[in-house]
């Protein structure tokens, strides 16, 4: 049986950066049911005054920040040297580790669309201070596994077992050994995904409309969803160190359904958290900002862990 449904939430809308107004979907509160993810934002706006005066130049340490865009343009530079622009299509995997600061200005697209979301995922104590990296992925290199029924499942991360064998995302050597796909599922089709069974699972949808297989809080048949409704998925009793596979359902309405659906290993650790950093103890975030302000908070050389 596909597993229940833990939480539904829609989000609140919140100002970041230097004013992008976006939807949080869930963040600090809610982070240790969503372990190992700590914040997923949708920035999706038409609106330039939304987001145009962007993320300015900010530290982040033992986190890795993720950011998905569907329509626009961001432009990145960070303290290890990279700079570049993310479009329609494109993904921008940063892993903090030890410390970088960087600097995103989403520019739109010519019609003045913004359409992206950005997911933070925690890295455990073992690599809070790895060595950070960068790495651009393009649309081109995103490979569309084609499903059962119709149903299509961009791999950003993880492996998908398609009809023409397993495709896997170019988001490989990731340590919360994450699942990161963008589904699309056709009007009327329901749609069984296998997940991995003591993992986190989420989805988040973007669009179209349906359903959820599986009761929630006050529900007594399965949960309906729309744009902009996350779930948080019940993991069975127990399956915390279990192996293989349970899954998680969806049924397409009459436009059809997209979502987003998010895996990964919960890490079971503290959590200290104070703005773009996030640690394991109040001592390591007075370390970090300590540092911040004396100018010693990077620890490795300009163009480390380059990928491209």
Same mark, same amino acid.
């Given at each position: 049986?596909?597993? =229940?449904?833990?939480?539904?939430?829609?989000?609140?809308?919140?100002?970041?950066?230097?004013?992008?107004?976006?939807?949080?979907? @869930?963040?600090? @509160?809610?982070?240790?049911?969503?372990?190992? @993810?700590?914040?997923?934002?949708?920035?999706?706006?038409?609106?330039?005054?939304?987001?145009?005066?962007?993320?300015?130049?900010?530290?982040?340490?033992?986190?890795?920040?993720?950011?998905?865009?569907?329509?626009?343009?961001?432009?990145?530079?960070?303290?290890?040297?990279?700079?570049?622009?993310?479009?329609?299509?494109?993904?921008?995997?940063?892993?903090?580790?030890?410390?970088?600061?960087?600097?995103?200005?989403?520019?739109? =697209?010519?019609?003045?669309?913004?359409?992206?979301?950005?997911?933070?995922?925690?890295?455990?104590?073992?690599?809070?201070?790895?060595?950070?990296?960068?790495?651009?992925?393009?649309?081109?290199?995103?490979?569309?596994?084609?499903?059962?029924?119709?149903?299509?499942?961009?791999?950003?991360?993880?492996?998908?077992?398609?009809?023409?064998?397993?495709?896997?995302?170019?988001?490989?050597?990731?340590?919360?050994?994450?699942?990161?796909? =963008?589904?699309?599922?056709?009007?009327?089709?329901?749609?069984?995904?296998?997940?991995?069974?003591?993992?986190?699972?989420?989805?988040?949808?973007?669009?179209?409309?349906?359903?959820?297989?599986?009761?929630?809080?006050?529900?007594?048949?399965?949960?309906?969803?729309?744009?902009?409704?996350?779930?948080?998925?019940?993991?069975?009793?127990?399956?915390?160190?279990?192996?293989?596979?349970?899954?998680?359902?969806?049924?397409?309405?009459?436009?059809?359904?997209?979502?987003?659906?998010?895996?990964?290993?919960?890490?079971?650790?503290?959590?200290?958290?104070?703005?773009?950093?996030?640690?394991?103890?109040?001592?390591?975030?007075?370390?970090?900002?300590?540092?911040?302000?004396?100018?010693?908070?990077?620890?490795?050389?300009?163009?480390?862990?380059? =990928?491209?």
């Amino acid at each position: 049986m596909p597993r =229940d449904v833990e939480l539904v939430l829609h989000g609140e809308p919140v100002t970041e950066g230097a004013g992008v107004r976006l939807r949080r979907m @869930f963040g600090y @509160f809610e982070a240790p049911m969503f372990d190992p @993810f700590l914040l997923l934002d949708d920035f999706r706006s038409d609106r330039p005054e939304d987001f145009i005066k962007g993320f300015p130049w900010h530290p982040h340490r033992g986190i890795e920040t993720i950011t998905y865009i569907l329509r626009g343009d961001v432009e990145h530079g960070d303290s290890m040297g990279n700079k570049g622009v993310i479009s329609s299509g494109d993904v921008q995997w940063m892993t903090a580790g030890s410390g970088i600061i960087h600097q995103e200005m989403p520019k739109g =697209d010519a019609h003045g669309a913004m359409h992206g979301f950005q997911l933070w995922a925690n890295l455990p104590a073992s690599h809070k201070m790895m060595e950070p990296r960068y790495r651009s992925i393009t649309a081109a290199e995103i490979p569309v596994a084609q499903l059962a029924q119709g149903v299509t499942a961009r791999v950003i991360a993880g492996t998908v077992h398609g009809a023409a064998g397993p495709v896997t995302g170019p988001a490989a050597d990731i340590v919360t050994d994450p699942g990161y796909l =963008d589904l699309t599922v056709p009007a009327g089709v329901t749609h069984e995904h296998p997940v991995p069974r003591g993992h986190t699972a989420i989805a988040y949808v973007i669009g179209g409309a349906g359903a959820v297989a599986g009761t929630a809080a006050g529900n007594t048949g399965d949960t309906a969803v729309a744009d902009r409704t996350l779930v948080l998925f019940r993991r069975p009793d127990g399956a915390e160190r279990a192996e293989g596979e349970d899954s998680v359902a969806f049924r397409a309405g009459g436009d059809g359904l997209r979502l987003l659906l998010f895996t990964g290993r919960p890490m079971g650790e503290p959590v200290a958290w104070r703005g773009p950093i996030v640690m394991n103890t109040d001592a390591e975030l007075e370390t970090a900002f300590r540092e911040v302000r004396a100018g010693t908070f990077i620890r490795h050389p300009a163009s480390a862990g380059l =990928d491209r």
